[in-house]
């Protein structure tokens, strides 16, 4: 029993004598501030570029084709609209979409006379105009393939 | 360990979670307008269902009524207590006219050649828009008068509205909810005008 006791205090006694003092790895504060450092990237890159796997997609983000494919739509359909209200009375066009219970974001309508011109911003710079005597088809031309993503 | 490499770790450790955090937060966010706008898929699902299931009854599409106002026609056709005054938007049915330069199927006659790569579906799709456009359209109500101003090779003369293009409008209160719904309904025909976003179930 004291023979036990005492192998015992000698194993530890040992053990402590060649423990050696614990030591960082040189290279830890490197590697934390490389990985800092990417992080930030991310994060600054993530912020500045309104990155969709963060913040979700965005009207902003529709391709400049794809969005000016939508408001084709919406101006094709409006104008079948305003066109069905002029032939259901007489050729009297509406005085505004509302009148047709259309309201399209950034889409405005003038009436001259017998014709009218419907008038959508798709950015700051570029509108997209239509008039009574041009073919509404043109509208829809190019738009319809920008109603539905291709399937894979 | 120097004081300048444990400055070093402690200022890289407190970066690298002010970034996570900043990615995480915003994140959380998405997450949270992504399951609102799975629920606005939902809820055009739901709608879309009830006007099928009225067209198979009435063989004609409800009409438009007020913005945010469940259709009276509708009605029987929703789940108890459905409204279009969503928590995250208002819905509005839409019912546009489809005019016969744009949208008129051509049916095969007998006699005519069909084309090789035209499939049965697609014959029996146009002999049924066909039949619809004529149900749906008396023929004296259809004429379109020239468009005034227009060349007059330019007009066409026989337009008429021969079918219908039906539609679901959300504009959500928040717009990034209208783009993260018709991002995540990518089969569904939609379009996206600023905040307002519009599914196509019939006739795109």
């Known amino acids: 029993m004291v023979r036990d006791v005492v192998e015992h205090a000698a194993r530890v006694t040992r053990a402590v004598q060649l423990a050696k003092p614990m030591e960082s790895y040189r290279a830890r504060p490197m590697l934390l501030a490389l990985a800092a450092v990417a992080s930030l990237i991310v994060a600054t890159y993530a912020y500045v570029a309104r990155a969709p796997w963060v913040f979700g997609p965005s009207p902003h983000h529709l391709q400049p084709a794809a969005r000016e494919g939508h408001v084709r739509y919406a101006m094709f359909l409006t104008v079948a609209r305003v066109l069905t209200f002029r032939d259901s009375t007489g050729n009297a066009l509406p005085r505004t979409l509302a009148q047709v219970g259309e309201s399209w974001p950034g889409m405005s309508y003038h009436v001259q006379q017998d014709t009218f011109e419907l008038r959508a911003h798709i950015d700051s710079s570029k509108a997209i105009v239509y008039r009574s005597t041009q073919d509404p088809a043109e509208l829809a031309a190019s738009a319809t393939s920008f109603l539905r993503d291709r399937l894979p | ?204």
């Open chain 2, 1 to 204: 360990m120097s004081a300048k490499s444990a400055l070093v770790e402690v200022v890289s450790v407190l970066a690298i979670v002010g970034s996570i955090g900043a990615i995480a937060v915003p994140k959380a966010a998405t997450l949270q307008d992504e399951r609102t706008a799975d629920a606005l898929n939902a809820d055009i699902e739901v709608v879309r269902s009830a006007v099928y299931a009225f067209y198979s009854d009435s063989a004609y599409f409800p009409p438009e009524g007020v913005q945010g106002d469940i259709l009276v026609t509708l009605e029987p056709y929703l789940p108890a207590k459905f409204t279009f005054r969503r928590p995250y938007g208002v819905m509005e049915y839409r019912n546009w006219p489809a005019r016969a330069p744009f949208t008129r199927p051509v049916a095969a006659q007998p006699g005519d050649t069909i084309r090789p790569d035209s499939t049965i579906a697609d014959r029996v799709r146009d002999s049924l828009a066909d039949t619809i456009a004529g149900v749906l359209v008396p023929p004296a109500a259809t004429r379109v008068r020239p468009i005034p101003g227009a060349p007059a090779d330019s007009v066409p003369t026989d337009s008429a509205v021969v079918s219908r293009i039906i539609g679901i409008s959300v504009v959500p209160r928040d717009a990034r909810v209208a783009a993260i719904a018709a991002h995540r309904a990518r089969r569904m025909a939609r379009f996206l005008v600023g905040d307002k976003v519009t599914f196509i179930i019939f006739g795109a």
